[in-house]
């Protein structure tokens, strides 16, 4: 028997007794394949970071080019020209008062960056008592321990409680299940009240609100109307506190605009991206913020109020190179554009073969995601017993028809590559509806 001895990822590693692992061998577009030739469609963009396909050849030849000139160089006191650019292309990607780039490797060490630098700028400017963060129900932000005291979903931070950060949970946004009786395209946000209470009579010990800006991916693909926002904007501004996006899941056009954000219209204190920003080629992360933010760490080195942060990899000229690449990609090929109509083929596409379908509770879209909630009753929304994992063996056969269609819970979700056609959206969505009904009947 083969040596198992590599502890896989958000994995009950016993389950591979019953099914195994995918031995993935190579890619191309949409496709995996394994060591057999079997072809996998990747239909979440192996965890929501692949924008144009597996082994892009643009992508590709921006990274050999890198490798043969320089691969990596410490990046305290050095600087070179594939992090020069990107920092200057992303920065005017943002809103106006956005103007300044930190890089880091992966969206967890980005969100603790910026806690780190909202808390540091409370520190360097007088107010240290403000020390606390608030973060919503459903919310996801990364797996360290600063990126999880974010985190408004139990499954991830329970067993860690003790040994986290105490942060500041608000309820957030349910459009699926609203306690209020609206709708998402019809209503005024009166979810925001929970929000608006804490940051009312808390706001003295808060130093920022960290959200993930019109869609909550983890937390269930829970998709919230951009007024939220507004709010959110209007009030953490009024109260002094900070408002920091995460749109490391969100960005690079995923909710249809090249960041959610402006969807909403506002410019947040600091931004944290990462996932797409290199395509899915090669980890990056990024916080960019505000000249204000900035310059609360800008002084005489004696005053000890500099930034003193680093990971080993920051600002790697190969992952930059592919993340310029990409981003001359998005342009050369009018991306977000492009992508409208091919999202609209999505939605229809997954509604065709969902919408009769007797344990669909909400098929939900945004930009360039689908998700179908699945429920054991749509007319009470009752969720399935989650020991059945439902969506697990949703998945599971899905894989077994071509499909790496992973599932997050009961949400059977589409969230492929932008290279996908209309032709292999309706045969991802052939493959999905069949693999339900493999496992819930017709
Ligand atoms: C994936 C994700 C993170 C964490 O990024 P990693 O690179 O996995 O550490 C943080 N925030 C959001 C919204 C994410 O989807």
Known sequence: MERQTIWHPCTQMKDLEQYGLIRAHSGKGIYIYDEQGKSYIDAVSSWWVNLFGHANPRIARAIAEQASQLEHVIFAGVTHEPARRLADRLVDLMPEDISRVFFADNGSAAVECAMKMSYGYRRNTGQAERNRFVYLTNGYHGETLGALSLCGEDLYTELYGPIMPRNIRAQGPDCFRCPYGRTRDDC?????????????????????????????????????????????????????????????????????????????????????????????????????????????????????????????????????????ETLNIFRDDDVINVNRAKAAHLRKAVEARFAGHPNVGEIRSLGFICAVELVSDPATKEPFDWKARTGYQIYRKAVERGALLRNLGDVVYFLPPYVITEEQIDELADIAIASVTDVLGE
């Not at 003295?204 to 007024?227: D, H």
């Not at 500099?306 to 990971?311: G, N, Q, V």
């Open 188 to 324: 005024a946000c009166e979810c925001f009240e929970h929000m608006e209470r804490i940051l009312e009579e808390q706001a003295s010990e808060i130093t920022a609100v960290m959200v993930e800006p019109l869609a909550q991916f983890a937390g269930g693909f829970k998709f919230y109307p951009p007024l939220y926002l507004k709010k959110l904007r209007e009030c953490t501004a009024r109260h002094g506190v900070h408002l920091i996006l995460d749109e490391i899941a969100t960005g690079f056009g995923r909710t249809g605009t090249m960041f959610a954000m402006e969807q909403a219209g506002i410019t947040p204190d600091l931004v944290c991206v990462s996932k797409g920003v290199t395509s899915g080629t090669l980890p990056l992360s990024a916080v960019l913020t505000t000249d204000e933010i900035y310059g609360a760490f800008y002084a005489d080195y004696t005053e000890m109020k500099a930034f003193l942060h680093s990971h080993s990899y920051t600002g790697n000229p190969l992952a930059c190179a592919a993340a310029v």
